[in-house]
C-alpha cells in the first residue's frame, strides 16, 4: 500500500487539520468528539446544516462547509460511520436557535448514528430534521443500505439547502428543499480499480486487468455486473441511461449534470466522459444547465466515474446558482 | 491499461470537447489547429495571454482559460510539444492589438514550438512576449529540458499575470509581472507511482512496491532519487526544504503555497501533506497566506504530489485575490 499517510490512527485527524491549514478562514476542527465547523459563526439566527460520514470520500463533506452550504461535518474513521457523540457535539456548536438540519446518505450505520443524535438534541428542546439521499439507482439493497444508496446526490442537496439557510429560510423551508433536491437526483457509479483502505492495506475487492464493476458503490460495495473493460463512451452509456429512465428525464427537461471521479481517476478522462454524457443527454433532448466535473464524492483512491443528474427548475437553478464559499465549491464570492 | 478513453488518437480532442460540454460559458474549442480560448472576447484592448504545452497536465492549461487568467491554451497530444500553427492560430484568435504574452514552460521542444509561433506572429506585427517557468528545483538538467523544469509556478504566472492583463495592464506591465512571479516561485514533485501514457500502454517507469521517487519530473523524468516509502512527513519534508532552501526565505517572509496531486492521489492525502507543509513553514517563521491544495499541475494518473511556493509580497497578493473565472479556479465572481 503505497500513500501519503503518517499512521492509519491518525489519518483522519491529520487530513482535518491539513483542511484547515489549507482554509483557516472557513474552516475550525474540533477534535473531541471530531468535527469541522465554520470558522465564522453565521450572523442571526440560520437553520444549521450538519452532515457527516465514513472518511474516504472527500471533498465530501468536510470540503463543503461554508458560506451557502454545510455549517459543520463530522468525518467518521475511513468508510465507517461517525458516532451519535459527534453529531450531537457539532450540532451544538453550530446551532443558534433556528433548528437543524442533518443531511445523511442512506447507510445503515449513519442512519442509525445521526438519528441517536438526533434523539439526544430533541431531548434538550433543539429543533432536529433529517433529510436522507438515496439516489443510487444501481441497486436496491446494498452492503451496508436497506434500499438506495446515499451518493452523489448529497453534494447537490448540500449546495440548494445550504441556499435556503444562508438567505434565512426556516427550518419548514430549508427541509422541504433538501427534500424536494434528494429526490430529484438520481446517480451511477462505476470503477476501474478497487479502493485501498489504509488499515486493511490491500485491495478491497479483486478487479482483473481488463474488467471494470458497473454500479460498484462508493465503498466498494458490489455494482450491477462485472464486464470487461469497454470504450469510455460505452461506460457513460452504461451508467447514464439508467439514471435517465430512473428519473423519468424526458425531452425539453433541464439538469445539473455531475460527471464525478472515484478518486484517482485523471481530469482529462473525466473530461472524456463528460464530453460523451453531453451527447446522450442531447440525443434525449434533455439540456444540461450546469455541470461539475470533477471530484465531489470519492472513495479513496479508486480509479473510475458516477453520474448524478438532478432535474433542474428554475428554483433549484436559482438556488444552484447563488453564493458559496467552500474548500471545495466556491463562485459569487 | 485501464482508462477512461476511446481512442488514442481522439483522446485530447475528446478531452477538448468534454471542457466544452461543461463550460460552454468560458471556453470554445478549434479543431484544426487545436486550442482552446475564451468562449467571449474580453472587452477592449487587452494583452493575450496564450499558454500550451503537451497534454496529459490537467486543469493546466486549459482549465485556465477565462476572466482573469488565459485567453487561450494550445494542447498538444498527451506528453508532446504543440506545433507552432497552434499558437500561431491562438494568438491570431484572441488578439486584440495589446500584445501576446506566451507562457511556457520550460521544456526544448515547446520552448522551440512557441519561439517558432513568436517569429511568424512578429513577422505580422504583432507584439509577441514570452515567459518561460523553470521553477523545478529537483535537477538542473532533464530529459526534455536544459536547465530546469517548468512546473507549479505555471499557474501562478497564469493567475496573477492574467490579472493584470484583464485590468488593462500594458504589454511591458503584463511581461514583467509574469517574469516577477515565475522567479518568485520554486517546486518540487515526487511519485508513489508511474503514469501510464495511453499511446505506450504501459507504466513509463517502473517503481517497486515499495519505491518511490523524489524530484520527479510531470512526464515521470527522473528525480533526484529513488528511495523506500517513507511515511507522508517525511516526504513532505523532502520536498519542502530545497524549495525553502532555493528560494531563500528566512523568518517573517510569506508564501503562497499550493499541495499539488499528480493526477491520481485522493484528496484526504494532499490534505495530510498540506498539514505537514504549514508545520514545517511555521518552524521556518514562514507565514502560508493563500493556499490550494488540489489537482492542478498533474501527470495522467501519476500517484503523488508536489509542492509550489511562491514568494509573495502584497501586489502578488492583491493579483492573486482579483476575481477569477476559470473552469479550474474561480473567486470573487
Redesign the interface.
Known sequence: M??????IES??D??????V???PDLVRFHREPRFLARAAAPKGRKVALVSGGG??H??LHG?FIGVGMLDAACPGEVFTSPVPDQMDAAARAVQNGGGVLFIVKNYTGDIMNFDLAAELLRGDGIDVRTVITADDVAVQDSTWTAGRRGVGVTVFVEKIAGAVAERGGSADEVEKIAKRTSEAGRSMGMA??SCTVPAKGSPTFELG??E?EIGIGIHGEPGRERTK?I???E?VERLAHPVIEDLGLKRGDSVIAM?NGM?????????????H??KVLAGAGVT?AR???G?YI?S??M?G?SITLLRADDELLRLYDAPVHT?AL????
Open positions: 503505497k500513500k501519503l499517510i503518517n499512521a489519518f483522519v491529520e487530513a482535518c487539520e491539513g483542511v491549514a489549507a482554509h472518511s474516504g472527500e471533498p470540503g476501474l480499480t486487468e481488463t471494470i473493460l470504450s469510455a463512451d461506460i460527471t478518486g484517482s481517476t485523471p481530469l482529462i478522462e473525466l473530461y472524456v466522459a463528460h464530453r454524457l453531453a444540461i455541470a461539475l466535473v471530484n470519492t479513496l483512491d480509479d466515474c474548500p466556491r463562485w459569487g464570492v
